[in-house]
């Protein structure tokens, strides 16, 4: 039994230690904003808050979570910086198939959280590891800018 | 100018696909696409045919006149299209899959203009499989080719034109007055008299009233929503982890299950031990299963992703090569080298004798490697069957390009008619083509699981789902190809003569395309963008199909993206060695054709080609193409960093005639240049090596990010003409405009893809 907590929610799940968070969020919990896109950390699709640092949800057992305070695309925008981010989000029409999406706006708070006014070479070193195939980067970094401006 | 009069534009259609001087004109070029799309239209059930023939006149009969709802078809009928709920709010069915290009909201738009709805309350949903959403000029239910907005654009104004005149009529028969003194606007019915009506109040009295045959449209200057920069209706879902894809359903009771499929194409299983597999906790089932192209695979099922990958990973599978040749890309390219010095089947016709006596000759060999389409959510379906007798029923509930094949496909392997197989249309994580195939392969596959899972005496919803591994393995490619081209030109640097020879394996060969697509042996996505170029080239191609054991599909923009970077690399190769400036050159090849000029010229214009001076070290290139029937120019600024292209700039403008909506315009431009990115980087092709691929996963198969997007401006070339194409044709010229910017900077010509380094 591994205890955390979720978005501010305390659970228990059943699982064995091995079992990604990613699958313990979308199986056992529902909670499916958050997306499979590689299981191996290569797309970051499945990016998460852990302890508010980003991980991929798809390669962190659950194990590693004991105790620990998981935030997902289901409540980031609870925050300050996720609120601000999202709008942009809206504000400029990023999302295309939108699959991606969480995982960006994920990416996306952690590096506002760190840098309130990321250059372009931040956004390159923060974005790098959340791939979108359909090309909505130009909006992502945009969108990024707007927010940091917001925050400002 | 888009005809505000239906029949007009009914009667044009007609015109284009029957019997057109442009068709004509280009299947004398060769070009089998238009050919063959008429073709397609009269064997696939004369959709397009009998639009062609409605002629009423009197397109300018009052709304209510002329009533006959006999004479219309399912796709012509609001009622399936359209409800708009008692507080006003109006409910859209898009016919197309949502998978990233904007038509969910792009057709609600064209609706809910004509149907002077109040944006604000409008939503639209994916419609499910059925005959009212079949492609009115197809006649089967898909998306693809570029085709949402150009095919349905009439259709879905007529639908809110009709159901507009039917709330007028429900509101005069209400107030006792004539149609003439009710107007409307935002959702709201006024009359002359000072009486008004939500359209809520209405729609219940006006949706039972007969549909009219014919109703006036709208003249472009009265658009409120058409061309306008609207929204996307599901931007807020989508950024806040709501929307549901088809991955996220879940039915009650539900196992996940994966397939473990052979790592040859064809291949079948020889004998396999799941005893490991099936202590893994949580699995289920394990079952040897048909698949895709005669191949077997074992299905493990069990309680979520994660004890059926782990139970995939413990199986130990005996696996046994096809009786064929294993594909090896090595082989693949010598053979294909040894089929570019001989002619292949005449795909166009020109008159090569020049090339004998010619001052000069270029002969260029090109190669374009296999490339996984990879949209970021892996294929999956989840597959539901219940029921006894004519009650049998199966739903599937699934992101698919193509339902009106997939029903057929999964009716005949669970033995029941198309009719009882429902598809729930769920909104998809991009799919570039890979969810449009004409085997149905994915959805194959899940009603083969189904059928072994009721013979095992279970009757549990199964969700079937790739891996990313899978998907990288899993076929179904865009065509390894080569060309050839020899070109002759003349003591003045004007082209003599052309001869052109691809080698690509035919996607369509062997479907049941292949009788609409395929014309003397010739797949014309094959040769598309070459045989049908607007440049005036003498050019004569010809082509090969060779038989390849590797499945094959249209990826965005299908056979133009190779077919453009061949062409547009060599009119700047021939401009260079002819001492012509390259955008010189193409405004004199392309003097008759004032959409690519137009196209063209905007993107020059905006990007300051031949005027701003550029940095030490920094090129220009430029490339036009036309495909889906838009033209696109893109001018980039790029330089060399170490032993890799840096784009600095891209300015682009697209031709689309009337852009329906500005802003997924720009968003289809931008993405189409960043897929086109990621197809000239270092690691983006896949590879065979004795049967086996050799990529597997984001790691070694290489995708675009983030530091690759350049800055992008989008131009849209202004127009009322009826639209054309927007996903696709942004792709094209851009990898031929990196291309040319680095033959700028190095004078090495660039013969494939991706950019070879160092």
């Given at each position: 039994m591994t205890r955390f907590n979720v978005n501010g929610n305390d659970v228990s799940v059943d699982v064995g230690d091995s079992t990604p968070l990613l699958w313990v969020l979308r199986d056992s919990l529902e909670l499916t904003?958050?997306?499979?896109?590689?299981?191996?950390?290569?797309?970051?699709?499945?990016?998460?808050?852990?302890?508010?640092?980003?991980?991929?949800?798809?390669?962190?057992?659950?194990?590693?979570?004991?105790?620990?305070?998981?935030?997902?695309?289901?409540?980031?925008?609870?925050?300050?910086?996720?609120?601000?981010?999202?709008?942009?989000?809206?504000?400029?029409?990023?999302?295309?198939?939108?699959?991606?999406?969480?995982?960006?706006?994920?990416?996306?708070?952690?590096?506002?959280?760190?840098?309130?006014?990321?250059?372009?070479?931040?956004?390159?070193?923060?974005?790098?590891?959340?791939?979108?195939?359909?090309?909505?980067?130009?909006?992502?970094?945009?969108?990024?800018?707007?927010?940091?401006?917001?925050?400002? | 100018m888009i005809h505000p009069h239906p029949m007009h534009h009914r009667i044009g259609l007609a015109h284009q696909a029957f019997a057109g001087d442009g068709a004509e004109a280009i299947a004398e070029a060769g070009a089998a696409v238009s050919m063959s799309r008429r073709r397609f239209i009269k064997l696939a059930g004369a959709s397009g045919l009998a639009i062609g023939l409605v002629s009423t006149g009197g397109v300018r009969a009052a709304a209510s006149s002329g009533s006959d709802a006999a004479e219309l078809k399912p796709d012509q009928q609001p009622n399936a299209f359209l409800h708009i709920g008692k507080n006003g709010e109006v409910t859209i069915q898009v016919n197309r899959l949502e998978f990233g290009q904007g038509s969910h909201t792009g057709l609600a738009q064209v609706l809910a203009d004509e149907l002077d709805a109040d944006w604000s309350r409008v939503r639209a949903e994916l419609a499910p499989a059925g005959d009212a959403y079949k492609d009115p000029v197809f006649g089967i239910q898909m998306t693809g080719g570029s085709n949402s907005i150009q095919n349905s654009f009439t259709q879905y104004r007529e639908l809110g034109a009709r159901a507009r005149a039917m709330l007028v009529e429900a509101a005069a028969r209400t107030w006792e007055v004539d149609v003439s003194t009710i107007r409307t606007r935002e959702g709201r019915l006024i009359s002359t008299d000072g009486r008004s009506a939500d359209y809520g109040e209405m729609s219940e009295a006006a949706m039972a009233l007969p549909v009219p045959a014919s109703v006036t449209l709208k003249t472009p200057d009265q658009f409120r929503l058409i061309g306008k920069p609207v929204k996307r209706l599901d931007t807020p879902a989508k950024s806040t982890g709501r929307q549901f894809f088809g991955m996220d359903m879940r039915r009650a009771g539900m196992k996940t299950v994966l397939i473990a499929r052979p790592p040859y194409f064809g291949g079948t299983v020889a004998g396999f031990d799941d005893a490991r597999a099936r202590a893994v906790e949580g699995v289920d089932q394990v079952m040897r299963v048909e698949l895709d192209r005669g191949a077997t695979g074992v299905a493990v099922v069990a309680d979520g992703f994660w004890p059926a990958k782990v139970g995939r990973d413990h199986l130990e599978v005996r696996w046994e090569a096809p009786a064929s040749e294993l594909p090896d890309t090595g082989r693949l390219a010598a053979q294909f080298e040894a089929l570019l010095v001989r002619d292949g089947l005449p795909a166009r016709a020109g008159d090569t004798s020049g090339l004998a006596g010619a001052a000069r000759t270029i002969t260029a060999d090109f190669r374009f490697p296999f490339l996984a389409h990879s949209p970021m959510e892996p294929l999956n379906a989840l597959i539901e069957v219940g029921g006894m007798g004519a009650e049998r029923r199966c739903d599937i509930w699934t992101g698919t390009q193509f339902q009106t094949i997939d029903q057929g496909t999964v009716a005949a392997i669970l033995e029941l008619e198309p009719q009882q197989v429902h598809i729930h249309t769920q909104f998809a994580g991009g799919g570039f083509g890979r969810r449009a195939t004409p085997t149905a392969d994915y959805l194959a596959d899940t009603a083969r699981v189904m059928k072994a899972w009721l013979a095992a005496g279970r009757s549990e919803p199964?969700?079937?789902?790739?891996?990313?591994?899978?998907?990288?393995?899993?076929?179904?490619?865009?065509?390894?190809?080569?060309?050839?081209?020899?070109?002759?030109?003349?003591?003045?640097?004007?082209?003599?003569?052309?001869?052109?020879?691809?080698?690509?394996?035919?996607?369509?060969?062997?479907?049941?395309?292949?009788?609409?697509?395929?014309?003397?042996?010739?797949?014309?996505?094959?040769?598309?963008?070459?045989?049908?170029?607007?440049?005036?080239?003498?050019?004569?191609?010809?082509?090969?199909?060779?038989?390849?054991?590797?499945?094959?599909?249209?990826?965005?923009?299908?056979?133009?993206?190779?077919?453009?970077?061949?062409?547009?690399?060599?009119?700047?190769?021939?401009?260079?060695?002819?001492?012509?400036?390259?955008?010189?050159?193409?405004?004199?090849?392309?003097?008759?054709?004032?959409?690519?000029?137009?196209?063209?010229?905007?993107?020059?214009?905006?990007?300051?080609?031949?005027?701003?001076?550029?940095?030490?070290?920094?090129?220009?290139?430029?490339?036009?193409?036309?495909?889906?029937?838009?033209?696109?120019?893109?001018?980039?600024?790029?330089s060399i960093e170490g032993d890799r292209p840096k784009l600095h700039h891209v300015t682009s403008a697209i031709h689309c005639n009337l852009a329906v909506n500005p802003r997924s315009v720009e968003a289809q431009v931008q993405g189409a240049v960043l897929m086109a990115i990621g197809t000239t980087l270092a690691g983006a092709e896949i590879t065979l090596r004795d049967g086996r691929v050799e990529q597997s996963n984001f790691h070694d198969y290489t995708v675009p990010r983030m530091p690759d997007m350049p800055p992008i401006d989008v131009h849209i070339v202004p127009s009322d003409d009826p639209p054309t194409g927007v996903g696709e044709p942004g792709l094209p010229p851009m990898a031929p405009a990196i291309a040319n910017a680095v033959y700028a900077l190095t004078g090495e010509p660039v013969r494939s893809l991706p950019i070879p380094l160092g």
């Open positions: 904003g958050t997306k499979y896109g590689c299981g191996m950390a290569q797309c970051g699709a499945c990016t998460v808050h852990l302890n508010g640092r980003p991980v991929r949800s798809c390669v962190t057992p659950v194990s590693a979570v004991e105790g620990a305070a998981v935030v997902t695309i289901e409540q980031v925008g609870d925050g300050r910086i996720g609120a601000a981010v999202q709008e942009a989000w809206m504000q400029h029409d990023v999302p295309q198939c939108g699959y991606c999406q969480s995982g960006q706006v994920m990416s996306a708070v952690a590096l506002l959280a760190d840098n309130a006014a990321p250059t372009d070479a931040d956004i390159d070193a923060a974005m790098v590891g959340n791939v979108c195939r359909c090309g909505t980067y130009a909006r992502i970094r945009a969108a990024i800018k707007a927010a940091a401006a917001r925050l400002a | 199964l969700k079937v789902v790739w891996t990313r591994e899978d998907d990288v393995r899993g076929g179904y490619y865009r065509p390894f190809t080569m060309h050839r081209a020899e070109i002759g030109l003349g003591e003045d640097g004007g082209i003599a003569a052309w001869k052109h020879t691809i080698v690509s394996p035919s996607i369509l060969k062997g479907t049941a395309f292949e009788a609409f697509l395929v014309k003397d042996g010739v797949d014309a996505t094959a040769v598309e963008g070459i045989a049908d170029t607007a440049y005036e080239l003498p050019v004569a191609v010809s082509v090969h199909h060779p038989e390849v054991a590797v499945p094959t599909l249209w990826w965005r923009s299908v056979g133009h993206t190779h077919s453009a970077f061949v062409m547009e690399t060599l009119i700047d190769q021939i401009a260079r060695e002819g001492g012509r400036d390259p955008v010189e050159l193409r405004r004199a090849l392309l003097r008759k054709h004032p959409r690519h000029l137009a196209a063209l010229d905007l993107a020059v214009a905006k990007s300051g080609y031949g005027e701003k001076p550029l940095p030490p070290g920094r090129a220009w290139g430029v490339a036009v193409h036309e495909s889906f029937r838009s033209v696109v120019a893109h001018v980039v600024e790029l």
